[in-house]
């Protein structure tokens, strides 16, 4: 259920803890089927699903995650959160929203061992339109808002969620450099200057925060997998950040609110385009093109 703390803190810090809106079944029904993928090369696919190729540091990440079973399908537009999304993205009833109220330009599943991290990364005065945070008319119109779900407890030293609360106004960088910030700037607790907050999460909370905000992962000190599952959703004008393709057996089976969602777009054909015109229309990449 959406409230005005949930608004107001969104606003303010540019992110929000719905704390417990997943039940512990579900959270092990997505770990389980998570784990159900078998080892994939980076790169490579297991049916609709695309191991990204990160570097090693960043763990292993399960793109089109939403293919992986109904557990994951159920997350295109869950209760818990479907309508701070559409609060936070804004527009529901003008030309942002023809296509739809939102779309996932994004999913995937990320397991991170020992020693794995992101860098520190995005924040309010980098200014990118894709990852915009805006409040505007009395509505919030962000480019950009990821929906978080641990598989697992992320406390100290599990790898937690590194946030600048309130960075994603920010109209300037921190000021102070890292010396041990490589030059693709990358840092990582507890060495980090900047004025960061862990994200401490149990099994069953949906971090939600805006992609604007200054965000990486710290450092994996513990043992074993520190497991998430990250949707990223926008306005339904957007498009797939890796150039995804939804599969036919999925969209066959969603609702049609969830087909909305993952694919916004409808096209307008002339009727004498033939099946060879029409592939030859889209442009296609060889999966070893993806970073
Ligand atoms: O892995 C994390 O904790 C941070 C995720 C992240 O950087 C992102 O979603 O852009």
């Not at 937690?160 to 910030?181: C, D, E, F, I, W």
């Not at 507890?190 to 960061?196: A, K, N, V």
Request: net charge neutral.
């Amino acid at each position: 259920m959406l409230s005005d703390l949930d608004l107001y803190q969104f606003d303010l810090n540019g992110y929000v803890i719905l704390r417990g809106a997943l039940g512990l079944d579900e959270v092990a029904e997505l770990e389980r089927q998570l784990d159900a993928i078998p080892p994939i090369n980076p790169n490579k696919w297991f049916g609709h699903v695309h191991r990204e190729n990160l570097p090693e540091e960043r763990g292993v990440s399960l793109q089109q995650i939403y293919e992986a079973g109904p557990a994951f399908e159920k997350l295109i537009d869950h209760p818990a959160y479907f309508e701070h999304l559409k609060a936070f993205i804004g527009n529901q009833d003008d030309f942002d929203s023809h296509h739809g109220p939102i779309y996932i330009d994004e999913c995937f599943g990320l397991i991170r061992g020992p020693g794995g991290f992101i860098g520190m990364h995005s924040g309010g005065f980098k200014r990118t339109k894709r990852t915009q945070f805006r409040y505007h008319n009395h509505e919030f119109h962000c480019g950009q808002v990821n929906v978080f779900i641990p598989l697992t407890d992320i406390g100290p030293g599990d790898g937690a969620t590194l946030v600048v609360p309130g960075s994603h106004k920010s109209n300037l960088p921190y000021p102070r450099k890292n010396p041990q910030s490589t030059p693709s700037d990358q840092i990582d607790k507890p060495t980090s200057p900047e004025p960061t907050v862990e994200v401490h999460l149990k099994r069953g909370d949906v971090l939600m925060f805006v992609d604007a905000i200054r965000h990486g992962g710290a450092k994996r000190t513990n043992p074993g997998l520190r497991k998430v599952v990250i949707y990223r959703f926008g306005p339904s004008w957007g498009n797939s950040r890796h150039g995804y393709l939804p599969s036919k057996a999925l969209l066959e089976r969603l609702t049609p609110q969830q087909r909305k969602i993952v694919q916004p777009q409808t096209y307008r054909l002339p009727p004498s385009l033939t099946p060879d015109e029409l592939m030859a229309g889209l442009k296609m990449t060889a999966p070893e093109g993806f970073r």
